[in-house]
Every structure is written in structure tokens, then in C-alpha cells.
């Protein structure tokens, strides 16, 4: 079983810019796929990044040139800059694997 540790999230100004880190543990094996999701009050859980373990992502249409998805595969540690923040992007975010999810970290962009 595989346990994920989100981080990072926050109040932020619209344009700002916040960095989510997501840290797996409890598994001896490798992770494949990891991946961001995010769910705004009173709206569906949605994908917002994926990175595969050879480092190809893909991105949802309206983060895309905003928002990077990168890993750490040594540190089994995965991340999502965010930067030119919108009001749209405030939701909870939860870090994925195949077998787990985080708990989600808050990230509410207002002024």
C-alpha cells in the first residue's frame, strides 16, 4: 500500500504562483504513473496532470503553459508549480497514484 503526502497548498493572489509537492511512501517498488487532480466545491474530481515515470506528461487544456508537473523518481516525490493563478484554480487538490490518493491540500486563489 502506498501512502501520499501532499504539500504546499494555500491562499494565493490571483497571478501568484504555489508549488504542491507529493511525497510516496510504503512501497518497495518503483511508481509508474503520478498524477494531480483537483475538485472545486460542488463539481467533479478532474485531472490535472499526469507524469510517467520516463517523464512524459500530459496537462488539462486551461493549465496548459501555467502549470509543470515534474518527479523525483529517487525521492518517489512528485510536484506541480503553479504559477499565473486564477480564481478557477481554487479547489482541493489531491495528489494519484493507481493505487492511492493524498488526502488533498487546499489551494484558494483570491484576492
Known amino acids: 500500500q502506498v501512502q501520499l503526502v501532499e504539500s504546499g497548498g494555500g491562499l494565493v493572489q490571483p497571478g501568484g504562483s504555489l508549488r504542491l509537492s507529493c511525497v510516496a511512501s510504503g512501497s518497495s517498488n518503483s511508481i509508474n504513473t503520478m498524477a494531480w487532480y483537483r475538485q472545486a466545491p460542488g463539481k467533479q474530481r478532474e485531472l490535472v496532470a499526469f507524469?510517467?515515470?520516463?517523464?512524459?506528461?500530459t496537462y488539462k487544456e486551461s493549465v496548459k503553459g501555467r502549470f509543470t508537473i515534474s518527479r523525483d523518481n529517487a525521492k518517489n516525490t512528485v510536484y506541480l508549480q503553479m504559477s499565473s493563478l486564477k480564481p478557477e484554480d481554487t479547489a482541493v487538490y489531491y495528489c494519484?497514484?493507481?493505487?492511492?490518493w493524498g488526502q488533498g491540500t487546499q489551494v484558494t486563489v483570491s484576492s
Open positions: 494519484y497514484t493507481p493505487s492511492s
Open positions: 507524469i510517467a515515470s520516463g517523464g512524459t506528461t
